[in-house]
């Protein structure tokens, strides 16, 4: 199967520290991406795994475990502007660079 | 920031109209792909293209086609649109020169049948 999880919603209080899991069921793994969309917008990528471990990239990090099929995306220092989808998609061997994406986490960051 | 851009960002059109929505990306990139995406909900793709000339149905079954005669041009069709159609169509493209090749999006157009 090609099941990708993730919590529906989340709150967290500005400057605060959250982490929004990812769960996923595929067979031919060939990389993990997470993206970040407002409301009404378009999806924006935030960033990509394929290797196991941690990915740094300013206030946000992304945790990958290809064994457990897991990852995790990691906002620090939470600011208002961080409220948003955060979508997780894997793309799979042979598939031509598709992906197929979880539904997404609304994340509501609070004062 | 990615050049790629879809018009129109809005229609409202009536039962049976054709409709074309347009996308073309100015990135070079060989790869389009449309989705479809229902406000909540999970983005589904329903046309890809890996270069000019070709084209592939995605995951989610669409009654739209598309076409890719020019690299940088993938518009997508709907002959005879139904209110079941109201939806946002988001258009993509990537690149295939390894790593991690992300989608670029473009802003999305959102269609409303009546």
């Known amino acids: 199967g090609q099941n990708i999880d993730q919590p529906t919603e989340m709150t967290a209080t500005e400057g605060a520290i959250v982490q929004i899991n990812c769960t996923y069921q595929?067979?031919?793994?060939?990389?993990l991406f997470w993206y970040q969309q407002h409301a009404g917008e378009a999806p924006t990528f935030l960033s990509y795994?394929?290797?196991?471990g941690l990915e740094e990239k300013g206030r946000f990090s992304s945790f990958l475990s290809r064994s457990k099929g897991y990852s995790y995306l990691l906002l620090k220092e939470l600011q208002m502007k961080d409220s948003a989808s955060y979508l997780c998609a894997v793309r799979f061997s042979g598939g031509y660079n598709k992906l197929i994406f979880g539904a997404g986490t609304r994340l509501a960051v609070h004062p | 920031e990615a050049d790629i851009y879809q018009t129109p960002r809005y229609l409202v059109i009536g039962t049976g109209k054709k409709i074309t929505l347009e996308c073309s990306q100015t990135m070079g990139h060989d790869k389009m792909y449309w989705y479809q995406q229902d406000p909540g909900m999970e983005l589904h793709l329903i046309h890809y293209s890996y270069g000019v000339n070709s084209t592939e149905k995605g995951d989610l079954s669409s009654e739209s086609t598309v076409s890719r005669i020019r690299t940088e041009h993938f518009p997508l069709t709907l002959e005879s649109a139904r209110p079941s159609h109201t939806s946002q169509y988001l258009c993509a493209s990537s690149n295939h020169d390894g790593g991690a090749n992300e989608q670029f999006f473009g802003p999305g157009t959102r269609l409303t049948v009546l």
């Open positions: 795994n394929v290797l196991d």
């Open positions: 595929t067979s031919g793994f060939n990389g």
